[in-house]
């Protein structure tokens, strides 16, 4: 019988469900006005900003209760911040940040937005930060006269709220109803999280929990930032995948052999196999390469010219959308990586040349003496961003030939990343799948193929270079860390199997009497079950 991680699965499921995840709301109040904008943390309180009543609001966190209110310093009052002493309010209409007593409402500063729409505003210990939605910028700007420090591109199109938490930025999007976790040297997005509403705008960092006001519901809600949970499953699909290899002799002489392996799909966290594989025909034995990656074998032999022998495999699964919640701090070094996984996964091979020069020369310009393993993945990520794009222009070439022209195809950006993680220390691996094709009901014939990274404290994470090639920083991170529901992973390898060879999915080795046409076909169909 095909072992397919049925106990992993159920520790996945039952366990999973009890642990909290970021972004969890714990608690909602209702807001004091309708048209709630600017939130921050004062140390005790939370504090309001409403654009309707043009007020400030001091706001008890245990009971959502206002303890006090003032006047707003003009009349589009939107990002709040707190410095310690006092408050800061972005003004849309005036385009100016004031700087309020917290008691009297006097004001005690005024400077210049860093651009024409501040809607966010957060205060991270010397400078002022501002999400502008017009500008789509994510601003460090000084206190003292508005002078820009630095800026970079917000994580997607409609910045609305931001706060610092003493160690990253988090910042609200009201399109992509999402809040992301920003590197404030960088700008990269590091954590993507859902909104608690359908129009988030401020945020407030309170030493342990993230509150956001949300201006449609008209609410203040009170989230988890870390938990023990690692990711969180959402939207799931429930499936048949039916996955056809095709062996077809034109003739005019016999196919003597024929040896087609199907990968065995596993329990992962993005998939739960339900009952039994079926095969048409049986299979002829099942072999497990060294891997630990399962086939199923079949054997033909004496094709006959002008036909065509068909393999078959029908999954029935369950497919979610899967999103990790990595703090790179909370990454354990690369000392901690199991011996076994590094005697696997960092070996060289012909695809990968990891000490060709190109290799090395990119591993010295992208990583350094960077050895935090988040940080040697992710700035490989983007290295990769940076200086490839996707085309697939066929065939499979080795790693720095990829690297050096500049394009690839996914597998072909896949050997690149697990070439250069491995030259830097880090275990990678490679993972293929058949795809849902947009329509719930839909046929795939391209398939996909992504990269794995072992990251102590996480376990495997997915890392899609390919799909990286995106324009937003927030559509960038979305393929690190992140699946969608749209995949059934079949393979596993670090490459070179003695099984499927580098390839994914199926495989076929055949032996023909001379002037024998072959052709191969393999095409997956997913039909949805409910």
């Known amino acids: 019988m095909i072992n397919r991680g049925i106990y992993l699965l159920l520790i996945i499921v039952f366990t999973t469900g009890l642990l909290g995840y970021t972004g969890e709301v714990v608690k909602e109040f209702d807001t004091p006005g309708t048209c709630p904008t600017g939130l921050t943390w004062d140390g005790k309180h939370l504090w309001l900003a409403d654009r309707k009543t043009d007020k400030l609001y001091c706001i008890n966190p245990r009971n959502g209760k206002t303890i006090r209110e003032l006047d707003s310093p003009a009349y589009w009052p939107m990002g709040l911040a707190w410095d310690g002493e006092a408050l800061w309010n972005a003004d849309v ?57 630095i800026e970079f591109r917000a994580p997607a199109k409609e910045p609305r709220g931001v706060c610092f938490d003493g160690q990253y930025l988090w910042v609200s999007d009201r399109v992509a109803d999402e809040i992301h976790m920003v590197d404030p040297g960088t700008g990269s997005v590091l954590v993507i999280a859902s909104a608690p509403g359908p129009f988030t705008r401020g945020l407030a960092y309170d030493g342990k929990y993230l509150w956001a006001v949300d201006y449609q519901n008209d609410k203040l809600y009170k989230m988890k930032i870390r938990d023990d949970r690692h990711f969180l499953r959402s939207d799931e699909r429930h499936a048949k995948v039916t996955i056809t290899h095709q062996l077809k002799n034109f003739g005019p002489n016999l196919v003597k052999t024929a040896d087609v392996c199907f990968a065995v799909p596993g329990n992962r966290e993005n998939q739960q196999i339900n009952g039994e594989i079926k095969y048409i025909p049986d299979y002829t034995k099942v072999v497990t390469d060294r891997w630990g990656q399962q086939t199923a074998l079949f054997h033909s032999e004496n094709l006959s010219a002008q036909t065509t022998q068909e393999y078959v495999s029908i999954t029935d699964v369950t497919v979610w959308d899967v999103r990790w919640f990595i703090f790179p701090d909370q990454v354990g070094s690369l000392e901690d990586i199991p011996e076994d996984i590094k005697s696997m996964y960092l070996e060289d091979n012909e695809k990968y040349q990891i000490n060709h020069p190109t290799i090395q020369n990119a591993i010295k310009e992208c990583v350094g003496t960077e ?34 022209r500049g394009n690839g195809s996914c597998s072909e950006y896949s050997f690149v990343y697990i070439a250069m993680c491995r030259a830097a220390g880090l275990p990678a691996r490679y993972v293929g799948s058949v795809v849902v094709r947009g329509d719930d009901a839909s046929m795939d014939d391209v398939f996909h193929r992504w990269v794995e990274v072992y990251l102590p404290n996480y376990g495997w994470v997915p890392v899609d270079p390919s799909g990286g090639d995106q324009d937003l920083p927030r559509d960038q991170a979305n393929y690190f860390g992140h699946l969608a529901n749209r995949f059934l992973i079949t393979t596993e390898s670090g490459g070179g199997s003695e099984t499927m060879g580098w390839t994914y999915n199926t495989n076929e080795a055949y032996t023909t009497d001379p002037q024998t046409k072959v052709e191969i076909e393999t095409i997956a169909e997913w039909e949805p079950l409910r």
Request: glycine share 6%.
């Open 93 to 149: 209409n005036a385009r100016k940040v004031f700087r309020v007593d917290p008691k009297s409402g006097t004001i005690l500063k005024v400077v210049d937005a860093p651009d024409s729409s501040p809607r966010g505003l957060a205060w991270d210990g010397q400078y002022l930060w501002c999400a502008d939605n017009r500008a789509d910028k994510i601003i460090q700007f000084s206190p003292d006269d508005g002078t820009t420090i």
């Open 371 to 404: 050895n935090n393993p988040y940080w040697i993945a992710r700035n490989i990520f983007d290295y990769l961003i940076d200086h490839m794009y996707y085309e697939m222009v066929g065939g499979w070439n080795t790693a720095p030939t990829v690297l050096a």
